[in-house]
């Protein structure tokens, strides 16, 4: 070809690479992000329930969403842009939506129905894992009948000191009654649950005097609760749904009554039958019959709230029977811990241990039977159901006919 003769326009024109859409590096990381977010809120939502559960899946939850936040802006950006020459990988952005949305649902809806489940000795007022108690105060208000109690001098001090925080611990219980019986009113219960509540939390009264009265008897210290502004702290019942609150108050008087109230009742029994001082014997005797009676009426509540929510409420207390701790949550001194104080009403170590055991296996025992038996009735209620309906359509074509 010569050299000067004119390219045809096509071979003069420059070689251009072929288009390449980029890849959107941004959606798969905003994809990565709800992914890892998601799994880790899973986690959390089957893990074993501890204290402030709740607020660590919550926190992963916000931290998850900027991921879906981050997919979100991606889409919106590119949406104007022709098909052509949109980036690759977007739809890993639209993946996450879904994947961080119905995630997200499941993991809250298994938070808000496993509850935490705390083990101690009686029922404490508390909010989740946050326990309240009235501080001292000097004053004898609280303090029934004066007597003194033979103690050797030598732990008249940290006896007097332990038989005060008991004395605390049932004063904040009158709370935690008031509250049930506020609970039990917003979920329609039936007089005679309302009622026992309110009842119980009377005999917490008379178990707060008797205590503070007990450790007067014990270190000659006049001394009361101070005023107790968290009485009014509660947690929040779920009055959007009927179903969740009732699987919440189900669930805290499992925890709270049957187990805690029951371990109290054991030990109290246990301990008045050990004690060598007739005056302690006799208020250890009547706080033993009164927190059995609190532990029973705990079941009512667990039957009532059983009957009322169903299969829902059934498996949320297999939960938090499956949840209930390996070990009780002991705060006791160092010479209760070996059982040295038992003469005088405080448990060792290993009274409590046994306690809770044989308590924890007695709970998960009878909420099997009670659910079986719901599930059963049910089931027969139902069937019953189907025969007269399908025994009256009869009866009606026969009267057709
Ligand atoms: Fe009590
Ligand atoms: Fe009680």
């Known amino acids: 070809m010569n050299e000067h ?9 420059p070689r251009v690479a072929p288009y390449r859409r980029p ?11 709800v992914l890892l977010g998601s799994a880790t809120m899973m986690l959390v939502a089957n893990a074993d329930p501890f204290p402030g559960r709740r607020q660590v899946f919550f926190g992963v939850a916000a931290i ?4 879906v936040a981050a997919a979100l802006a991606i889409l919106f950006r590119h949406q104007r842009d022709p098909v052509e020459v949109r980036p690759d990988g977007l739809f890993l952005a639209v993946l996450a939506l879904p994947i961080g949305g119905v995630l997200a649902w499941f993991g809250a809806a298994i938070v808000h129905t496993a509850a935490y489940v705390p083990s101690y000795m009686g029922r404490r007022h508390r909010k989740g894992s946050r326990l309240y108690v009235a501080d001292e105060a000097a004053g004898s208000a609280w303090i029934r009948g004066r007597a003194t109690l033979d103690v050797p001098d ?3 001090s940290a006896l007097g000191a332990e038989w005060r925080d008991n004395a605390r611990k049932e004063h904040a219980s009158v709370a935690a009654f008031s509250q049930l019986a506020l609970d039990l009113m917003a979920v329609g219960a039936p007089p005679e649950l309302v009622a026992a509540a309110h009842r119980d939390a009377l005999d917490e009264v008379r178990h707060a005097t008797a205590c503070f009265a007990l450790a007067h008897a014990i270190d000659g210290r006049d001394a009361s609760p101070a005023p107790f502004p968290h009485a009014r702290t509660q947690r929040r019942l779920h009055t959007f749904s009927r179903r969740l609150a009732l699987t919440q108050i189900a669930v805290d008087a499992l925890v709270d009554g049957v187990l805690n109230e029951g371990i109290a009742a054991r030990l109290l029994a246990k301990l008045g039958s050990r004690c060598a001082l007739p005056e302690m014997r006799a208020a250890l005797g009547e706080m033993a019959a009164d927190e059995s009676r609190h532990a029973s009426h705990s079941w009512d509540v667990v039957a009532w709230c059983v009957a009322e929510g169903g299969a829902f409420v059934a498996s949320a207390l297999r939960g938090a029977v499956r949840g209930m701790p390996e070990g009780v949550c002991s705060s006791l001194p160092e010479r209760a811990r070996e059982g040295a104080w038992e003469a005088w009403g405080v448990q060792g170590a290993a009274m409590e241990a046994e306690a809770y055991a044989k308590t924890r296996a007695q709970a998960a025992q009878k909420l099997t039977l009670l659910v079986d038996g719901q599930a059963r009735r049910r089931r027969s209620d139902e069937k019953a159901s189907t025969t007269i309906a399908s025994s009256g359509t009869s009866a009606n074509q026969a009267s057709t006919v």
């Open 154 to 156: 030598a732990e008249r």
């Open 64 to 67: 998850m969403s900027l991921g």
């Open 23 to 33: 890849f959107s590096w941004p959606a798969a990381a905003s994809f990565a992000w």
């Open 5 to 13: 003769e004119p390219l045809h326009p096509y071979r003069a024109a």
